[in-house]
């Protein structure tokens, strides 16, 4: 499953378990080996399609009638790929995705075959895997299939469990001899890519699902990640192992890795495998598929320092979109729009775990929009924030035409107008605005878009300049003629325009860049260069007026500078502007770049 716990567990202790292992994560299987090892074409794009997870996890009434996690079975994939195929294959959508607990009975009671690898559950899937991918199949659609990581317990037998295709070589010759468990759930035992047995046991795995035809696995309790750290729960020789094995098969499968892995192994990631979970489930566990507040609003805080990760032949995957049922999926409208719009504009895999056999109008309408699947399916880049991760948030991404895709979001929980500026994106003048959700062309606008949007509401643009690239003046933060106090000090980074930044903002420090000249009194868009490994704050003031407090977004590393840009009202002439961290602890600043004109 997406986030499953398998223990050997009595029935009772086991489904306490699997609920708490839920709450933690999930994953769905589909092999897949990086573009350099495998077909060009494989993950060019962000995958689409459908996965089961959702409703298995969910309490909504009707769809788990034989206990939790029941949903999962043949009869009911049958149903979702006949639907996907007469709804959604014309735009794109073209996964079926078997997540966890395909071999496993209702009391969670798994099945192996006589290696030690996972068997369909005769009760769940009584035509067996091959069958169902087969049908899959038949309909031009692709099949997904969903593991976990390392060897799972109920498979170990003892240490006397022989490997498939591999003379002398048990399930003891495996995995380490203390027995170490790993996986977000630990559920399974450690694999020790140190013995040469154990690439043979990922092999076996490999040329299992390969055989039965599977284009995707989903391989889940991947670490560092899934809310584990440390050596026990290190998974990159894992990933490794199976990039080679699925290799190996010659059948192009896409290996999807879940779930928060460690941003840190990003590199990993990209190279062994075609796309990663960067944050936990998205569902809710709850009587819908997911709510709000549960982590569907999570992604506009944690999807931003992945960004430079995304291309072709790997994706930030940011999870099931579930905007097509209406009162199943637990959201407002304007919710779902933003929540299809930030998978949209980020590049993520697009698939949904909607039922799709009841897909109210609202949600067809945003599931198969074709101006905003071109936005995650074409050559534009992902879009990340241009303004603070505050509430009334701008993202924008330019695109190779020279246009730009800008999305503005309402993340409040009352109404707000928001607004892009056409500086804060680099450009002076006018602009052709075109609103792709709505289809509509919004004629030339001056100086910036604003719209009035609902709680957590937003709009989608493509802005098309037809003014001039703005001039602006630099101030690096360094600058002797700046001022420091508290803790702020200069540092050496290499990523950093002038080679340094100012760090240690916190607890009081700060740092005022000093004579700061404009031409006339206005508001102007400043842009701020900065470095945070993680979402940090600042309150901004000039002229030791009164501040505002920005929450800047993570840049993903403290090596890497990223750029925001913050309306300030300056003076005709020179000012002073402060970044202030408080109590707590500030962004490291760069730069900044001041407009020569408001």
Known sequence: MRSSSYSALPARTLRAAVVLALAAGAVTVAPAAHA???APTLAAKPYMGWSSWSMQSSKYPGLNPDGDYSYLTEANVTKQTDALAAKLKKYGYDHVNIDAGWWRDTTWKPEYDQYGRQKADPERFPSGMKAVADRIHAKGLKAGIYLPAGLEKEAYGDGKTP??????CTTADIVYGDLRTTNGWDSSYKLDFSRPCTQKYIDSQAQLIAGWGYDFLKLDGVGPGSGKSGDQYDNVADVAAWNKAIAATGRPIHLELSWSLD???AADWKKYSNGWRIDTDVECYCNTLVSWENSVDDRWDDTPGWTRYAGPGGWNDLDSLDVGNGAMDGLTKAERQSYATLWAIAKSPLFTGDDLTRLDSYGLSLLTNKEVIALDQGATPPARPITPSDPQQVWAAKNPDGSYTVALFNLADSPASVSASWAS???TGTASVRDLWNHENLGSLKDKVTDALPAHGSRLFTVTPHGSALAFTGYEAESSANTLAGNASVADCSACSGGKKVG???LGGKLTVNDVVVPKAGTYQVKIAYVSGDARSAAVSVD???????KFPSTGDWGTVETVSVPLTLKAGSNTITF?????????IDRIDVPKSS
């Open 425 to 427: 994106l680099g450009f």
């Open 163 to 168: 490997i498939w295709n591999a003379d002398g």
């Open 36 to 38: 350099g090892t495998t």
């Open 504 to 506: 240690n903002l916190y």
């Open 544 to 550: 030791g007026g009164g501040a505002t407090n920005h």
């Open 263 to 265: 941003i840190g192994h």
């Open 580 to 588: 202030d961290s408080g109590t707590s602890y500030a962004p490291d």
